[in-house]
Each structure stands twice: as C-alpha cells, then as structure tokens.
Nanobody, 125 residues
Framework: QVQLVESGGGVVRAGASLRLSCQAS????????TAWFRQTTGKEREFVSA????????SYANSVRDRFIIDNDNAKNTVYLYMNMVKPEDSAVYYC??????????????????WGQGTAVTVSS
C-alpha cells in the first residue's frame, strides 16, 4: 500500500505562484507514475499533470501547459506541482494520485490506484 499526503494549498491572488507537494509513504518502490488532478464542486475530477518514475515522461492538460510544472523528487518520495500565473479558474481541490504499474494512460482517473485527501487552492481575481 501507498499513502499520499498533499500540502501547499491556500488562497492566492491571480498571477501569483504556488507550490503543491505530494509526499508518498509505504511501498513507494511500486509507484510507476504520479499525477495531479483537480475537482470543483459539481464537476468531475479532471487531469492536470503527470510524471512517470524513471521514464522521464510528463503530461499536462492544455489548460495548464506552459504555466504549471510537475517535478518528481525520488530521493524525497515527493512530487511537486509548481503553479505559476494562476487564474481564478485554477481554483479547485487538488488531488495527488499514483499508479501501481505501468498503464497506457496517464490522464484518466481510472489509471491510478492510490489517492490523497486533497488540498484546496483558491485564486482570487
């Protein structure tokens, strides 16, 4: 089993930067990829970004490409999401997720086996 704990959420103004962290514990050696998703009330959870472990492959949603950066620090078992030039539409609860084995998809909820509890981000205009 793997446990994921997110941190770093908060309230920021539009245009600011924020760093989210996802700390993994447990059988971290079984993780093949880690991702960030986000969700707002009444909407489905949507993909934000993902990074494979060891394969150096990253993926971003079009809405955050060129603004967000995912960074995997294997030594710390931590994945970061650097959020730059944030917009009010980035407001959501952000969830960290991890895969237990390599799958073809990095962008679907169903591709991930473990989830954190989420950290809330609010961007004011």
């Amino acid at each position: 089993q793997v446990q994921l704990v997110e941190s770093g959420g908060g309230v920021v103004r539009a245009g600011a930067s924020l760093r989210l962290s996802c700390q993994a514990s447990g059988h971290t050696g079984s993780i093949t990829a880690t991702a960030w998703f986000r969700q707002t009330t009444g909407k489905e959870r949507e993909f934000v970004s993902a990074s494979t472990h060891g394969g150096n492959r990253t993926s971003y949603a079009n809405s955050v490409r060129d603004r967000f950066i995912i960074d995997n620090d294997n030594a710390k078992n931590t994945v970061y999401l650097y959020m730059n030039m944030v917009k009010p539409e980035d407001s959501a609860v952000y969830y960290c997720a991890a895969q237990s084995h390599i799958r073809g998809s990095l962008t679907t909820v169903e591709a991930y086996d473990w989830w954190g509890q989420g950290t809330a981000v609010t961007v004011s205009s």
